[in-house]
């Protein structure tokens, strides 16, 4: 890790144990090298910045570009953390774009680091756990890396749907049992895939304690441009 990102991660680790009073779980489960592939539910914007702040390895994310894109001191401010702490903007709306940031994660994971997505595709604003899109999978055999489920529990009260104010409540981070799936390649199947999928979906259901939905999640962009 560099120094600086060290320095940023030990200080926001710093806060979310102190005033938000993080609670941390199954951290002897994650591996201490090779690729991995943190796989997550997603229930508050912070959720990467948590994540990122309290694993034992540095955790590249992708995000929104319109997170860093917007005008004034807040998009300064936001672009500069992303890239303190690993997070990579990605314009969803344009499908080419989608596919290089799996690139990127395909690149990272090949180079032995770790990576960490939201199989939901977007947050839960409902509290349910979603259906998990197969990109997870797809990552998982390409790459042969460990999948490391983790179930996020109560983030949503630190930053509720649709709200830019924080709150310092309490939290809950659980690691699960890594796991590990057949590195096939380009040979998968899409049935392969979507089994995988479920299988860390369950995984992901067990720790966070969520209701589920067997439903895509979509995202309040989606649904304005769809007239939803």
């Known amino acids: 890790m560099s120094l600086k990102y060290k320095a940023t991660q030990k200080s926001i680790e710093g806060l979310l144990r102190t005033v938000f009073r993080a609670r941390v779980t199954g951290l002897e489960n994650f591996p201490k090298e090779g690729p991995v ?20 390895r540095r955790v590249a994310f992708l995000a929104k570009a319109e997170y860093v894109n917007s005008p004034g001191v807040r998009g ?13 903007p990605v314009n ?6 989608s596919m290089k940031a799996l690139d ?5 994971l090949n180079d032995g680091k770790v990576f960490g997505i939201y199989p939901e595709g977007t947050r839960s604003r409902d509290g349910y756990l979603y259906k998990g899109k197969i990109g997870v999978a797809w990552l998982a055999h390409m790459t042969g890396a460990t999948v490391v489920p983790v179930g996020l529990i109560g983030t949503d009260k630190i930053q509720k749907p649709g709200s830019n104010m924080v709150y310092p409540h309490r939290f809950t981070v659980r690691v699960g049992e890594p796991m590990t799936f057949e590195k ?11 089994e995988t999928t479920d299988t860390i979906m369950d995984a992901i259901a067990q720790l966070s304690g969520q209701p589920r939905k067997n439903d895509y999640n979509v995202s309040p ?7 939803a």
Request: charged letters at 30%; aromatic letters at 4%; a positive charge.
């Open 184 to 194: 096939l390649g380009p040979a998968m199947s899409g049935k392969q895939r979507r």
């Open 104 to 108: 990127k994660a395909l690149e990272r």
């Open 37 to 56: 592939i943190v796989a997550s539910n997603h229930l508050a914007f912070l959720d990467s910045v948590i994540i990122s702040a309290l694993m034992p």
């Open 76 to 88: 300064k401010l936001m672009k500069t953390l992303f890239q303190v702490i690993d997070i990579i």
């Open 92 to 97: 969803r709306s344009d499908k080419k774009e």
């Open 221 to 227: 962009s989606a649904e304005r441009d769809s007239g």
